[in-house]
């Protein structure tokens, strides 16, 4: 039917589905868009960031960015915070999510208490865990000496590789809540009688994990890991509450450096720059993302 042929009802549904959708619409271009365009835009300036002006350099920025050591050197501790935290919240996650899917007596109050580190706030988690990481009254050290580990305090978030396994630590106990959620939730999915067959067959525990458990979790592990990744990768807060992207720049990750950039060197367009590289290289996450979940809806 074409646009004359439409009755006045019909158009006006049309209409209404257009003043419907278009706060969307409008929303979408303000957070997104916009930013991304801004983005693209200030990164071909030498922008001052004090007063947002500066001379047209085109791709110089960029040049610059690909041949400092500071730009891979950022990239490469990105890449180990994120696959570092990020293991360890499948191994704690799936770990704990199996631990409270058994049936214990305090399984309720458990799956509650699991859920404080992910709701608390990040600078409150991030001040208790410099007071334990403190080198002079830090539980951590006081534990560490009475052990016998070792003699003296150890500077857990001054010197490497102390600092960065530190911040890996905190952000796998900050995050693994997540994962422990959407795991719990796929166990109480499966069925028990695959379980049953398991056990006739003479499975013991791991054999049962392995070949029934872990199949089951393949798609759900799949797209937490995905979106952890993406999630991991552009953390900000809690690297530079904790170490600022210390000791030096061992610590500095990717959005740490367009902080830097942006605020404390005052060079507005190459933040832009290095803004616009690290959303290229997330864009790669997320359309690994939208083509799973695509799979999977379809």
């Given at each position: 039917?074409?646009?004359?042929?439409?009755?006045?009802?019909?158009?006006?549904?049309?209409?209404?589905?257009?003043?419907?959708?278009?706060?969307?619409?409008?929303?979408?271009?303000?957070?997104?868009?916009?930013?991304?365009?801004?983005?693209?835009?200030?990164?071909?300036?030498?922008?001052?960031?004090?007063?947002?002006?500066?001379?047209?350099?085109?791709?110089?920025?960029?040049?610059?960015?690909?041949?400092?050591?500071?730009?891979?050197?950022?990239?490469?501790?990105?890449?180990?915070?994120?696959?570092?935290?990020?293991?360890?919240?499948?191994?704690?996650?799936?770990?704990?999510?199996?631990?409270?899917?058994?049936?214990?007596?305090?399984?309720?109050?458990?799956?509650?208490?699991?859920?404080?580190?992910?709701?608390?706030?990040?600078v409150v988690a991030v001040l208790v865990w410099r007071w334990l990481f403190n080198d002079l009254y830090g539980i951590l050290n006081h534990l560490v000496i009475f052990s016998g580990l070792s003699e003296m305090p150890l500077d857990w978030l001054g010197s490497m590789p102390n600092a960065m396994l530190s911040v890996i630590f905190v952000?796998?106990?900050?995050?693994?809540?997540?994962?422990?959620?959407?795991?719990?939730?796929?166990?109480?999915?499966?069925?028990?009688?695959?379980?049953?067959?398991?056990?006739?067959?003479?499975?013991?525990?791991?054999?049962?994990?392995?070949?029934?458990?872990?199949?089951?979790?393949?798609?759900?592990?799949?797209?937490?890991?995905?979106?952890?990744?993406?999630?991991?990768?552009?953390?900000?807060?809690?690297?530079?509450?904790?170490?600022?992207?210390?000791?030096?720049?061992?610590?500095?990750?990717?959005?740490?450096?367009?902080?830097?950039?942006?605020?404390?060197?005052?060079?507005?367009?190459?933040?832009?720059?290095?803004?616009?590289?690290?959303?290229?290289?997330?864009?790669?996450?997320?359309?690994?993302?939208?083509?799973?979940?695509?799979?999977?809806?379809?």
């Amino acid at each position: 039917m074409t646009q004359q042929q439409k009755t006045p009802l019909e158009r006006q549904y049309g209409l209404l589905g257009v003043m419907l959708i278009a706060p969307t619409v409008l929303v979408f271009c303000a957070v997104i868009v916009y930013p991304l365009v801004s983005a693209i835009y200030l990164s071909l300036f030498s922008i001052y960031t004090p007063t947002l002006k500066g001379d047209w350099v085109g791709l110089d920025n960029y040049a610059e960015l690909l041949s400092g050591s500071e730009f891979w050197s950022s990239l490469w501790n990105n890449i180990i915070w994120t696959v570092g935290t990020l293991t360890l919240q499948i191994v704690f996650g799936v770990g704990m999510a199996l631990l409270l899917h058994q049936n214990l007596w305090f399984r309720s109050l458990a799956r509650s208490l699991i859920l404080f580190p992910y709701f608390v706030s990040t600078v409150v988690a991030v001040l208790v865990w410099r007071w334990l990481f403190n080198d002079l009254y830090g539980i951590l050290n006081h534990l560490v000496i009475f052990s016998g580990l070792s003699e003296m305090p150890l500077d857990w978030l001054g010197s490497m590789p102390n600092a960065m396994l530190s911040v890996i630590f905190v952000g796998a106990w900050k995050y693994f809540p997540f994962v422990v959620i959407a795991v719990l939730a796929r166990l109480q999915t499966i069925p028990e009688q695959l379980y049953e067959a398991a056990r006739i067959d003479g499975a013991g525990p791991i054999s049962r994990f392995i070949d029934v458990t872990l199949p089951q979790l393949r798609d759900v592990l799949v797209v937490i890991i995905m979106l952890r990744a993406i999630w991991d990768f552009k953390e900000f807060d809690l690297i530079y509450l904790l170490t600022g992207g210390g000791p030096v720049i061992s610590t500095q990750t990717l959005p740490l450096l367009v902080y830097k950039e942006a605020f404390a060197l005052n060079r507005m367009g190459m933040a832009s720059a290095y803004a616009v590289v690290m959303m290229a290289i997330m864009l790669v996450f997320m359309i690994a993302y939208i083509r799973r979940t695509g799979r999977a809806d379809s």
